[in-house]
């Protein structure tokens, strides 16, 4: 969850450190520091809070230059968020200098037993005893990627590590098992991050590590092995954006930012997907079409905002390919014995593509013989290379913590499997594939549109901010979009906000109803389903009976609920399923001016972190 940089070349190790730790604090974090080697020996700072605490320490005592140093930016997870538990972490002696991304789940065995060896450890953290182990390993190896190796095959849990060791001036070596980890090259230099966003300014050649591997960094050299000290192969690719796609743009919040860009993000994702038979065609499928046409039933896994794209992503499945289609928390997936088999096909949704509890319901479900297809924003990550198919988003770096185009583009990605699916079993023709691929090419214009009327939306959202209480209410694929904005406004806003299927209003949920609390409803288009509209009209009657302030979102020509409208927010007439990529817009402009009026970070939310690479 947490940003690591780890850096061996020419240039100061700390300044590019500090500015790499700078371009992954969208990550989230509680507290921040940096080691370097200079001087045969290790200096280090580390403050709990922002970076600004760190930069403003690193002003008052400055470290030495060095040529290779680590930095981390930790979301807490074992210990409090103060100092002492801020990475990096030595051994006593002062050699060895540690941070580390997961959880190490044996650390208390771990601990134990260096204490009772005489290690005294002054963290409460899991990931001091790495640092401890570490030495013990190097003063019979003198070798740090074998120290590394040996550790690693003690540890249980998932984790990235990156040390350094003293007696190793021009040395960097990082480990991976279930969290991410990437290398960068430059000439004369190398680097190991998180994210690829932490190295963007000096190189875009990049290089994939895999499960359970060692990388030793020198100035010329990347030596990649497992955890046995065997040789592994590795992948090169290239990074095909540029720093300045991390930049705010002139935007006063990378939010805001993306928000913008989704027009773009929703075209790229569908930039080349229809061939020159006309046919329509996915990054990279390694699944037969023989055995997508013997698929009996689907499901979804994901978290958060993209567990809300996969349940609007089962009315499509279901709608357009008549393939039975579940939704599931990842979280809860393989805890349940949910049954799966040869003949099932679960699509994993991740941005990062690093998510643990989604890579874990995907490792689940390989085990239990299904196909897996990975929608993901982030090339190479660790969930498209364990699937046995890819659909990339093309929506870019999404450097704000509360997704936005993101979940656009899994939108498009979803309607895209679905329509894939038809195709190859026949329930839906070319000609109809075509102009539903035409209807969402037309979607980018229509979000913009809506991005030129938000005026309003922002000074409603100003209006409530001294609220403690927003409800959302939807219909079909409304439900899920009235989900998507309750969570926005928790995130963000840190408001109690709930979405609700309006059908279960009077189950319920209606005692909630009072004086002048605001209730945004997601309104069906009248045209087709018409009776899904009448019904939420009637929604919005009973809760206005009882006080309530109504904010509707309705497309244009829809005067059926003007009445009952305190507040009418319209978006461009689009076909009921694809819906969702207009009506969520107005949610996410809303969920952030209402968190910039109540004072909130809303790029760095508290508490949360953009990648949870944890269970």
């Given at each position: 969850m947490c940003g690591i940089v780890g850096y061996v070349g020419g240039q100061s190790a700390l300044d590019v450190v500090v500015a790499g730790l700078k371009r992954l604090e969208y990550r989230g974090y509680d507290s921040a520091g940096v080691a370097v080697l200079a001087d045969g020996g290790l200096a280090t700072a580390k403050k709990a809070g922002k970076l600004a605490n760190l930069e403003?320490?690193?002003?008052?005592?400055?470290?030495?230059?060095?040529?290779a140093g680590v930095g981390h930016t930790r979301w807490a997870t074992h210990g409090a968020p103060n100092d002492a538990n801020a990475h990096p972490h030595l051994d006593n002696a002062g050699r060895v200098a540690v941070v580390h991304n997961g959880i190490i789940e044996n650390f208390a065995v771990l601990r134990a037993d260096l204490a009772e060896r005489g290690h005294e450890l002054a963290s409460d953290t899991d990931t001091e005893v790495v640092a401890h182990l570490l030495a013990e390993s190097y003063s019979s190896t003198a070798d740090l990627a074998e120290a590394m190796r040996q550790v690693c095959r003690q540890l249980d849990g998932a984790f990235t590590l990156v040390a350094v060791h003293a007696d190793e001036p021009d040395v960097v070596v990082g480990a991976r098992r279930n969290s991410p980890l990437v290398v960068g090259v430059g000439e004369g230099e190398a680097f190991l991050a998180s994210d690829v966003a932490a190295f963007i300014a000096h190189t875009r050649s990049a290089i994939e590590l895999g499960q359970d591997q060692v990388v030793e960094l020198r100035r010329d050299s990347v030596t990649v092995t497992d955890f046995e000290g065997a040789p592994a192969e590795v992948r090169s690719y290239y990074v095909d954006w540029d720093a300045s796609a991390a930049e705010k743009g002139g935007y006063d919040y990378f939010m805001l930012k993306e928000i913008a860009e989704q027009p773009k993000a929703v075209a790229d994702t569908l930039l080349g997907r229809i061939d020159a038979s006309g046919s329509l065609t996915l990054d990279e499928v390694r699944i037969p079409d023989s055995m997508l046409r013997e698929v009996t039933k689907v499901v979804i896994v994901a978290c958060g905002?993209?567990?809300?794209?996969?349940l609007i992503a089962k009315y499509a499945i279901e709608h357009w390919t008549r393939i039975p289609c579940e939704v599931e928390l990842a979280s809860e997936f393989r805890y349940r014995d949910p049954i799966l088999d040869q003949r099932?096909?679960?699509i994993a949704i991740?941005?990062?593509g690093e998510t643990m509890d989604t890579l874990m319901a995907v490792r689940h479900a390989r085990e239990q013989g299904a196909k897996v297809l990975a929608i993901c924003n982030t090339n190479g990550s660790t969930i498209p290379r364990e699937c046995d198919a890819v659909l990339y988003t093309h929506a870019g770096p999404e450097v704000a913590v509360a997704s936005t185009k993101a979940f656009l583009t899994q939108l498009v990605a979803c309607y895209l499997v679905a329509l894939y699916l038809g195709q190859v079993r026949g329930t839906k023709w070319g000609d109809?594939?075509?102009?539903?691929?035409?209807e969402l090419a037309h979607i980018g214009g229509?979000?913009?549109?809506v991005l030129e009327t938000m005026e309003p939306v922002r000074e409603l959202a100003r209006s409530l901010a001294g609220k403690d209480t927003v409800l959302f209410l939807g219909r079909h694929v409304g439900y899920p979009v009235a989900l998507e904005g309750a969570l926005k406004l928790k995130e963000l806003a840190y408001m109690h906000a709930e979405g609700f299927a309006a059908g279960e209003l009077k189950h319920g949920p209606i005692a909630l109803i009072e004086e002048d609390l605001p209730v945004v409803v997601i309104a069906p288009s009248p045209r087709g389903r018409s009776v899904l509209h009448d019904k939420i009209v009637?929604?919005?009657?009973?809760?206005?009976?009882?006080?309530?302030r109504t904010i509707v979102i309705a497309e244009e020509g829809d005067e059926a609920v003007v009445p009952y409208a305190d507040h009418l927010i319209r978006i461009p007439a689009t076909p009921t399923l694809l819906q969702p990529l207009v009506s969520t817009v107005p949610l996410q402009v809303f969920a952030c001016?209402?968190?910039?009026?109540?004072?909130?970070?809303?790029d760095q939310p508290r508490n949360l972190a953009k990648s949870v690479t944890v269970e």
């Open positions: 403003k320490a690193l002003q008052e005592l400055p470290l030495p230059t060095g040529s905002t993209a567990f809300h794209s996969g099932t096909l679960v991740s941005q990062s109809e594939i075509g102009a539903v691929v035409r229509e979000v913009d549109r009637s929604n919005i009657q009973e809760i206005r009976a009882r006080g309530a001016e209402l968190a910039t009026a109540r004072g909130n970070e809303v």
